[in-house]
């Protein structure tokens, strides 16, 4: 168990539907970061937030967006989903070695 | 722009023998470089990291790792591979802004009993 909780493990859910996605950092953490993996795009970072705040952009969609709350879990929100979004994202929270990673939230887009 | 280039997809060697998984960067700055394996159906797990210091930089499961700044490399190596040490690897730098992570596709390490 790295520390980092990821909530659901796995989603299937339908065209233009919109999803959430729920982690909670290592205890102590105040950075979240989240990261898209799938097959042709490889692992790409999304956003990064820290205590609360947006610290950095990657290549998100407009159609994503997320958020910190004040106990520092993470919400990642994708909505009209496309079959394209079909992924796996990942959560990250900073440790002095780089990254704790969560185990994923699989996404399936039907 | 930082970025890393990880040459090849897959690389198949058997157990026993040594594996090197190659990575070539191209950072400004002083560069930092990690390497994180990814297990299936799992998160990535941290292996190993260069800041500065030794340029030959030991990490997790026996795995090492030769910062080479006139070939701007970072190739990870074992002396000995297992068939368990299958995996994704990454080699990863920061961002220009140095707030994140950059991750790519990847080099699928198998290896054969």
């Known amino acids: 168990d790295s520390g980092v909780t990821q909530t659901p493990k796995h989603l299937i859910t339908a065209t233009g539907q919109r999803v959430t996605l729920r982690c909670s950092p290592r205890s102590g953490d105040l950075s979240v970061y989240w990261y898209q993996q799938s097959l042709d795009q490889g692992l790409q970072f999304l956003i990064q937030?820290?205590?609360?705040?947006?610290?950095a952009k990657g290549n998100i969609l407009e159609r994503f967006s997320a958020q910190q709350f004040p106990d520092l879990h993470s919400e990642l929100n994708l909505s009209s989903l496309e079959l394209g979004d079909s992924a796996l994202y990942f959560c990250?929270?900073?440790?002095?070695?780089?990254?704790?990673f969560g185990s994923g939230t699989r996404l399936t887009v039907v | 722009a930082q970025s890393v280039a990880q040459p090849e997809d897959q690389v198949n060697v058997a157990e026993g023998n040594p594996l090197t998984v190659k990575c070539t960067y191209s950072v400004s700055g002083n560069p930092y470089l990690f390497w994180y394996v990814q297990y299936p159906n799992r998160g990535l797990q941290f292996l190993l990291k260069?800041?500065?210091?030794?340029?030959l930089v030991k990490g997790s499961y026996g795995f090492e790792a030769e910062f080479n700044k006139s070939q701007t490399s970072f190739h990870l190596k074992k002396p000995s591979a297992l068939v368990s040490d299958s995996a994704l690897y990454f080699c990863a730098p920061p961002n220009q802004a140095g707030t994140a992570l950059i991750f790519g596709k990847g080099t699928t390490l198998s290896v054969s009993s």
């Open positions: 990250a929270s900073s440790a002095p070695d780089g990254y704790t």
């Open positions: 937030y820290y205590n609360g705040e947006e610290r």
């Open positions: 260069y800041i500065t210091g030794d340029n």
